[in-house]
């Protein structure tokens, strides 16, 4: 492995120095770096963070490789600065037993462009009935770490208290998709003045937060650890920061497209901003967005959902939900937290980086820029804007709610371990 030195490197966006990187390690920093038999880069003016990890991730292989496979997928993570995706489990078949997910993990490691981390199905088929083979899936190659129904919430409270219960002796995390399915039956977009005016029934707020007020009761009685995924509501928010102060051990992500859109963008009926839960008022967002930098919320996900044209370009009622989000998600944050101030460098490494590696206990994901650590990084370009287009995005979909928005900020090299996995737009396998 080439040795590399990266001058005038901003770690956390702090003052410029030189980071040596050999055999897959970060030998040093500092202003009197060792740059005998290394390659040195120019690296003014960029500022390098801990790869990202995202817990949220959509790859669709096995079953849907139309519309994404663990190699595009992996591919548009680490132009977006990933290093760590954790791949849900509603593919064909589901991903509820260790078979499935031990051909997932093992494909990720043949494409070796980020840690692809199966999520294993916490009930049979994502059917909500039967829970699905938990222990066997955390002792697998695969060693699963987190469990999901993820796009079906499992309703049923015996059906997630046992889940709970089981997920402390694995020492695993049981994530939920907050959806009480009797609350939304034909919803299509946020409750409220809009979905009235459009013609489009509605989804309640209290549909999401019902869920996560009796998962976080659940979760204090079990003393599990409980992940809610996707949060969008403000009320849902105000629920987590009670929890916390309980002592009751849960964790909260938030999608970029949270953050930044609201329902009015559904005005157009463009099914390209329909997504599960939808998007919410900006009043929401506004929450949502100081819940984040506050950290009541703990990181962001990207929830990246490509689907195939013909479910996307059709009538509302009929597309399926779901955006892209893995190659914008950098951008997204630094124009809704970073330019307005909510979040700094080291911030933006915290709720990308640091604290999802942590919810899962990756040990080598989420480390300090120091010596003698991975380098496992990502170089951003703070100061570089880039108009997002659909059709130019590493994934096989093209559903992105950005097309043709301009967006600050921008993921110059990804590096995994020491190698260059993306490096100015281009991926290197």
Known sequence: MTALVLRGIRPYGEDPVDLEIRDGMIAAIGSDVDTDGAEVRDAQGLVALPGFVDLHTHLREPGREDTETIATGSAAAALGGYTAVFAMANTSPVADNAVIVEHVWRRGREVGLVDVYPVGAVTVGLAGEKLAELGTMAGSHARVRMFSDDGHCVADPLLMRRALEYSTALDVVIAQHAEEPRLTVGAQAHEGELAARLGLAGWPAAAEESIIARDCLLARQTGARLHVCHVSTAGAAELLRWAKAQGVEVSAEVTPHHLLLDDERLATYDPVNKVNPPLRTAADAKVLREALAEGVLDCVATDHAPHAPQDKDCEWSAARPGMLGLQTALSVVVRTMVE???????????????????????????????????????????????TVRGAELASIAANTPYEEMELPGRVVTTMLRGRVTADDGEVRS
């Open 340 to 386: 307005p101030g909510l979040l700094d460098w080291r911030g933006v490494a915290r709720v990308m980086s640091e604290r999802p590696a942590e919810i899962v206990g990756l040990p080598d994901q989420g480390r300090p820029l120091e010596a003698g650590e991975p380098a496992t990084l990502t170089l951003v370009d703070p100061d570089a804007r880039w």
